[in-house]
């Protein structure tokens, strides 16, 4: 069948594929060790699933409008004033079939056939087949780990052409897990209000934060940079709610209306149900966050001694989500030969950094239990010590 061009520029979704092969691997019953997921191993909260069933019984189960509920639109916009001093207002929001799609929302909405959008690399696999989808030109800017992977003022000024629409910001990452300072996120601030232009935000990792890290939204930075500023997030990291498909996008009125015409035309509302879960997750205790966090950073911890233990790896210790992004190259191979053999061979599932537009790197999720993280590493060991 002859489809549609758009098509034809797109890479499918690697993380996911990987995920899939390993899932199946596993159904046949091999002994395998998967670092490559990423959503937390954690149930839902409790006290989210029973709000959500009481919404069920009350009847909750109806088309409702398709920029969310109003009382949890008006819990988003207060989470951003209290949690990241933004003043937004319930108008402020729309509520989305996950963060993946407050992003492909904002695409449309704000991408113009040729714009160019700046992504710095290591960068999240979707953002630059969601900017070509909108005809946009994704720029990438490459970032090492000399550098932490973070993208510099200098850096992002000279990627800014007349035609630049937007800068994607991506703090904590996905897939280093570096965190941008408060200072570097000021420093951002400035060099996009200077040239005038948009940056979004994607802070759906914000709550997951080690080591006394802090998250500071590059909307609060001034009046200014808030102008310029939307913030995308979601509820499946923070909550672990990832099959649920609850995000939101928040910025100015018109854009959000724009995004509410798209979503009435391709998906309607977002479960209605499912909306009184994450009203619950907002309002609701928030020491389960504290509960997970407390797990990841010991693994976190585990994980890194391993692999900077390891001849021929080395890796960033990160501030930040649950990602770990060790240095490959003195091996010799390419991230997708490492990580074709690795699990061929050890049965060890990692995502190859050619998907995040890092060939020299790895991606490991420690969203796993210890024991499997202290084999994988073993693992990882002999197989690196049979290549160097
Ligand atoms: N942004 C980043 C950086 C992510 O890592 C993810 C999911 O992996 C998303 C957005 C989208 O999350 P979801 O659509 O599950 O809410």
């Keep these: 069948m002859k489809l549609a061009a758009r098509v034809g520029q797109l890479s499918p979704s690697l993380t996911l594929t990987i995920d899939a092969k390993a899932k199946a691997m596993k159904a ?9 997921v990423g959503e937390p191993d954690f149930p839902t909260p409790d006290h989210i699933c029973k709000a959500t069933e009481a919404a069920l019984e009350a009847g909750k189960t109806k088309y409702g409008p398709v920029a969310g509920e ?47 959008v700046i992504i710095p690399a ?49 703090s904590p990452s996905n897939p280093t897990g570096v965190v941008y300072t408060p200072d570097e996120i000021r420093a951002l601030a400035q060099v996009v209000v200077d040239n005038d232009i948009y940056v979004v935000s994607d802070e759906i990792y914000e709550k997951l934060l080690y080591d006394g890290a802090t998250h500071l939204s590059i909307g609060a930075v001034s009046p200014e940079a808030f102008d310029r500023t939307i913030v995308s997030s979601g509820f499946a990291k923070a909550y672990s709610m990832t099959g649920w498909r609850i995000g939101y996008l928040a910025g100015p ?26 009203i619950a997750g907002l309002e609701g205790p928030q020491d389960c966050i504290q509960e997970m966090l407390s797990a990841f950073a010991e693994r976190r911890q585990f994980m890194l001694d391993a692999i900077n233990s390891i001849p021929g790896l080395s890796c960033v210790k990160p501030d930040g989500a649950f990602y770990l992004m060790p240095n490959i190259q003195k091996t010799g191979m390419n991230s997708l030969d490492f990580c074709q053999a690795l ?44 290549r160097i």
């Design 343 to 386: 699990l061929e061979e050890y049965q060890v599932v990692m995502v190859p950094g050619i998907a995040f537009g890092a060939d020299g790197f790895v991606r490991i999720s420690y969203a796993a239990d210890l024991k499997t993280i202290e084999k994988g590493m073993e693992r990882l060991d002999k197989f690196v010590r049979s």
């Design 70 to 116: 109003p009382k949890l639109r008006q819990a988003i916009a207060q989470k951003l004033q209290k949690d990241n001093n933004l003043c937004y207002a319930a108008e402020n929001i729309i509520v989305t079939n996950g963060g993946k799609h407050s992003l492909y929302n904002l695409m449309m909405a704000l991408i113009n056939p040729g714009d160019e």
């Design 253 to 278: 009125v018109d854009l959000i209306k724009a995004c509410s015409t798209i979503q009435g035309h391709s998906t309607s509302n977002v479960c209605t149900f499912a909306q009184y879960g994450a």
């Design 28 to 36: 046949e019953g091999q002994d395998v060790c998967n670092f490559s």
């Design 122 to 170: 290591p960068y999240w696999v979707s953002y630059p087949e969601m900017v070509k989808l909108a005809a946009g030109i994704p720029v990438i800017v490459q970032t090492d780990d000399v550098n932490q992977f973070k993208i510099t003022p200098e850096q992002l000024q000279q990627a800014i052409t007349p035609k630049t629409r937007l800068f994607v910001l991506n």
